[in-house]
């Protein structure tokens, strides 16, 4: 149980074209789930947390306009990347949060690996 | 198949109290390592990483890993916990791909509770 499926697992997009990626929670439902990006030799850095039915609350310094985040059900968030760039090159990955309560536990979708050319 | 695996999925223990969180990875070729740490609430935090050189990394708040090539582990310890490291703890890989660029990969988490 608990499985978070999170596509596409790769994409290749133009610059100035828009990407949507999706995290669905395949066995639970998410009220919050999490954006990362990853760049080549440093950690995940929160992008923003998605909240079901709400606005996503996002990181200082991640563009809301360019990177829309919506949570409309309790199973799906979607990332779409807008007018993308080669800087918006990254590994991106969402996590749900599987159970309520102060301990609630996370899953992982596998990630997005997204080039800009 | 590339994986992350973490044995114990859940951890109960009374503070003053050593940790050893395990785990073990499948990925061929050169790997980065990494413990992250999620405390109720709250988003992930990085604890620590390994890339290159001593094998044996120290994190924050403590905590430190050691990566044994020959084992494809990299297990995380404190030698006495406290009760605000109560939180889920996630092992991460990250490896490059055959096509190019990189990905990475996360265990199950394990959730310790540490009882005042």
């Known amino acids: 149980g608990a499985v978070v499926s999170q596509h596409p697992s790769r994409v290749i997009c133009k610059s100035g074209t828009s990407v949507k990626i999706e995290c669905r929670s395949l066995?639970?439902?998410?009220?919050?789930m999490f954006w990362y990006r990853q760049f080549p030799k440093q950690s995940l850095m929160l992008m923003a947390t998605?909240?079901?039915?709400?606005?996503?609350?996002?990181e200082q310094g991640v563009e809301k306009d360019k990177f829309l985040i919506n949570h409309a059900s309790l199973t799906l968030s979607t990332l779409t990347v807008t007018s993308a760039h080669p800087e918006d090159s990254s590994f991106y990955i969402c996590?749900?949060?599987?159970?309520?309560?102060?301990?609630?536990?996370?899953?992982f979708g596998s990630g997005t690996r997204l080039t800009v050319v | 198949a590339q994986s992350v695996s973490q044995h114990n999925h859940h951890v109960i223990l009374s503070e003053a109290a050593s940790l050893e969180l395990g785990c073990n990875y499948s990925?061929?070729?050169?790997?980065?390592l990494f413990w992250y740490v999620q405390y109720p609430g709250q988003h992930l935090q990085l604890l620590l990483k390994?890339?290159?050189?001593?094998?044996l990394v120290k994190g924050i708040k403590g905590f430190e890993a050691e990566f044994i090539k020959s084992k494809f582990s990299f297990n995380l310890r404190k030698p006495s916990v406290q009760w605000s490291d109560t939180a889920e703890y996630f092992c991460?890989?990250?490896?490059?791909?055959?096509?190019?660029?990189?990905?990475?990969?996360f265990g199950a988490g394990t959730r310790l509770f540490v009882k005042a």
């Open positions: 998605s909240n079901e039915g709400s606005k996503a609350t996002y």
């Open positions: 991460a890989v990250n490896g490059p791909l055959f096509s190019g660029g990189f990905k990475t990969i």
């Open positions: 390994y890339f290159s050189g001593d094998p």
């Open positions: 990925y061929g070729g050169t790997v980065n």
């Open positions: 066995d639970f439902q998410a009220t919050t």
């Open positions: 996590s749900a949060r599987r159970e309520q309560g102060l301990y609630g536990g996370y899953t």
